[in-house]
């Protein structure tokens, strides 16, 4: 069984400041995602890598996806309260089954 | 609109009762998803269909839940006597095809009594 290990599990910090999470995994993926949920809804899909060391730039949100491709890190510059939510990170393992992380819950307090 | 829809958006219903949710994809998307998600955690896996074939079924599915897609298009997914378990809000999403984003629907929140 694959699992993605999401840290930190909660994150509170104040607007303005600049945050990283995290995505591990003892195995490689064949690509990963990056989504947001808000309470109440469903997710919403920010970004794809597929490349080992790709690096993508949404705005003030840049993913990386690590050499190795276990791993993956999602970093906020200049957080916003717009930028609250849930952040799931989710990978594909070369099955045809898309295996979710723990989620990181973050708080921007204005 | 053309995104991922989900009906009901809540469900209340007591313990031992059938419960149905409807989905309906993105029309263009031959492939549609099923999830579960507890609070706190992240989606689970359910079951996946290709057009009207079922795929795969996760072991999180007990023979009380049953999936189907008959024509290819939205599919139902049915909780056979709910227990307090099944709590949670269901999440459906489709895709165009293998290892391709999925776009997800707002979910159906259950609560069983």
């Known amino acids: 069984t694959q699992l993605l290990e999401q840290s930190p599990q909660f994150l509170s910090i104040q607007e303005g400041e600049n945050l990283t999470v995290y995505c591990n995994s003892s195995?490689?993926?064949?690509?990963l995602q990056w989504y947001r949920q808000e309470p109440g809804e469903g997710p919403v899909l920010l970004v794809t890598?597929?490349?080992?060391?790709e690096v993508k730039k949404l705005k003030r949100l840049t993913f990386q996806f690590g050499d190795a491709r276990k791993d993956s890190s999602l970093h906020i510059t200049a957080a916003q309260p717009g930028d609250t939510g849930l952040y799931l990170c989710?990978?594909?393992?070369?099955?045809?089954?898309?295996?979710f992380g723990t989620g990181t819950r973050l708080t921007i307090i204005p | 609109d053309t995104g991922v829809s989900q009906d009901p958006r809540h469900k209340i219903t007591k313990r031992g009762q059938n419960v149905t949710f409807r989905c309906d994809p993105i029309s263009e998307h031959n492939r549609l998803y099923w999830y579960r998600q507890t609070l706190g955690q992240g989606p689970e896996f359910l079951t996946y269909f290709q057009n009207e074939a079922q795929l795969e079924k996760s072991r999180l599915l007990s023979d009380r839940f049953s999936a189907e897609r008959p024509k290819g298009s939205f599919s139902t997914l049915e909780i056979q006597r709910t227990e307090q378990g099944d709590s949670a809000m269901y999440l459906c999403?489709?895709?165009?095809?293998?290892?391709?984003?999925?776009?997800f629907g707002d979910g159906t929140r259950l609560s069983i009594l």
């Open positions: 999403a489709s895709s165009l095809g293998d290892n391709q984003p999925q776009h």
């Open positions: 989710a990978g594909w393992f070369g099955n045809e089954k898309l295996t």
């Open positions: 195995s490689v993926f064949s690509s």
């Open positions: 890598v597929v490349t080992g060391g």
